[in-house]
């Protein structure tokens, strides 16, 4: 469900909620996700989840009368009420439709939200341990902590969320986005556009990847141009291959048409579903799609579209089967204090039941 997919510092639905001003959200989505993602009665906008705000649009949203719906092309914008009367839109628009156009629009987007979240507020102080320069700003949230690091914001800022923290001897290259309680291990090396999720672990090596919450790369390795889902774990070591030899367009899965399709990218690297891990040194190729839930270990390349509940690497699958899902869940989600529920046990089953992988 795009609108609750981070790009930028905030995920779409809480870019809509602070640039209208909303006091709640609802969402339509389908039936196995309704009870974690509510429907909100009597909305006062009905926005399409795939649309990243701007100015332009948030005024022209905010000014719609009832039964008036915005349109670009044909595409659905917004609308409030029932439509009776369409609105062509004529400015720019951003819509995240493939996994991979996250990384490809983060850098505006965390430019995007560093202004919204920073303007006319102060940063927490800077330690003198570290060494900052570059055109741009850098912001520390309540409880931030930074020692001995290096931070060049001549591309663009650096977010630093509450109490998340970038440990000495690391080398970060802006724009960069640091959720709550989010980590930089020691002498990590960041290359911008970069977002960390709520809680997430990072070191090695990483370049334009936007990570969701709770997951991990803790260790040394590569990991550039790349999505991860919730709750995913990267193995010391491994590294993900971001470009072709031969240099030439990446080719990524699509789950609606069940093939390879041109993503229109030159660097693409891995895309990896919730609940996903992989063993110490993984190697991906580029453009690999893994799926939900899947444990991967062993030499040489996974091949490059992993279906969900995959267990195994590049010698073949089993299926991971779902007792063995829900018992890693559990003793994964107690050590950042939160509880693997019923809500959470019913989506992991509804994809079970509907996407089982053969062996």
Not at 164 to 175: D, F, H, K, N, T
Not at 195 to 209: A, K, R, S
Request: proline share 3%.
């Amino acid at each position: 469900m795009p609108i609750d997919l981070r790009i930028g510092i905030l995920t779409i639905a809480e870019k809509w909620q602070k640039h209208l001003g909303a006091t709640a959200l609802g969402f339509e989505t389908r039936d196995h996700l309704s009870q974690k993602f509510t429907l909100l009665e009597n909305p006062d906008f009905y926005i399409n989840g795939h649309l990243l705000p701007t100015r332009a649009l948030v005024e022209s949203i905010v000014n719609l009368k009832d039964g008036q719906a915005l349109y670009h092309n044909h595409v659905l914008l917004a609308a409030k009420g029932h439509i009776a009367h369409n609105i062509e839109f004529d400015g720019d628009i951003s819509l995240i439709e493939r996994p991979y156009h996250i990384f490809k629009l983060n850098h505006q987007e965390i430019l995007a939200d560093y202004e919204l979240l920073t303007a006319g507020r102060t940063s927490a102080n800077i330690s003198n341990s570290n060494t900052v320069f570059g055109k741009y700003t850098v912001f520390l949230e309540e409880g931030a902590i930074m020692e001995c690091a290096t931070l060049n914001t001549n591309d663009g800022p650096i977010y630093i969320g509450k109490n998340a923290e970038i440990m000495e001897g690391s080398i970060v290259r802006g724009p960069l986005a640091m959720c709550e309680g989010a980590k930089l291990k020691l002498g990590t090396k960041v290359y911008g556009a970069t977002t960390l999720g709520p809680y997430c672990n990072v070191g090695g090596e990483v370049n334009n990847i936007v990570m969701h919450g709770y997951s991990n790369k803790g260790h040394d390795g590569f990991l550039g141009n790349a999505v991860l889902g919730e709750w995913c774990n990267i193995g010391a070591d491994t590294n993900c291959s971001n470009l072709k030899n031969t240099y030439d367009e990446v080719k990524v899965w699509n789950y609606a048409t069940s093939k390879f399709e041109r993503s229109g990218q030159q660097f693409c690297g891995l895309i990896m579903g919730d609940h996903s891990k992989c063993g110490i040194n993984t190697m991906f190729n580029t453009g690999t799609v893994v799926g939900v839930a899947c444990n991967l270990f062993g030499a040489g390349f996974p091949r490059q579209f992993v279906p969900d509940f995959s267990w195994g690497g590049a010698s073949g699958f089993v299926p991971h089967q779902m007792p063995a899902v829900e018992k890693t869940a559990q003793l994964v989600m107690v050590r950042r204090n939160k509880e693997f529920n019923e809500v959470e046990r019913h989506i992991l089953h509804w994809i079970y039941d509907n996407y089982t992988p053969t062996a």
